[in-house]
């Protein structure tokens, strides 16, 4: 029950976040979204992991680049609407207070603004070893 609800608590914080400095430096090149990190803390189950929370905005048609986490990822919509897609070929479109989640082996092949005209931000929560930058491009 405890382990359980610590996983718990850890999604409901991944359904908070979003990248850290280095992930903002690895996407910088690919999009002109703005990443600003919130907070990286380490946490204890499971032991050597830390849970990273930024928000990211998104300039109208803001596209991210096709990449793999090795983490678990989850998004939160705080304005405007965003698409996101994994590799299984589905595709959302996430308006304010809905969320999003990518586990550490799936491949986002669809992260962007929806709007060709409005600006869109996320808060995005990470639980990933600890230092590890888990950003991974997919080419």
């Given amino acids: 029950m405890i382990t359980t609800t610590r996983h718990i608590g850890a999604s409901l914080v991944v359904a908070l976040g979003a990248l850290l400095a280095q992930e903002a430096t690895a996407h910088g090149a690919a999009h002109d979204a703005v990443v600003t990190p919130l907070l990286v803390r380490t946490i204890s189950d499971p ?3 830390e849970v ?11 596209v991210d680049a ?3 986490l090795h983490a678990q990822k989850s998004i939160y919509v705080l304005e405007g609407s965003i698409e996101m897609g994994l590799q299984d070929g589905r595709v959302v479109t996430l ?3 809905e969320t ?3 586990g550490p082996n799936d491949i986002h092949t669809v992260a962007r603004n929806a709007s060709k005209v409005w600006p869109a931000k996320s808060l995005v929560v990470l639980v990933r ?9 997919v080419k």
């Fill in 52 to 62: 990273v929370v930024m928000t990211v905005d998104y300039a109208a048609r803001d």
């Fill in 66 to 68: 096709l990449d793999r």
């Fill in 100 to 102: 999003f989640h990518e």
């Fill in 129 to 137: 070893n600890r230092g590890v930058n888990a950003v991974v491009p």
């Fill in 47 to 49: 032991p050597g992991s």
């Fill in 95 to 97: 308006h304010p207070g």
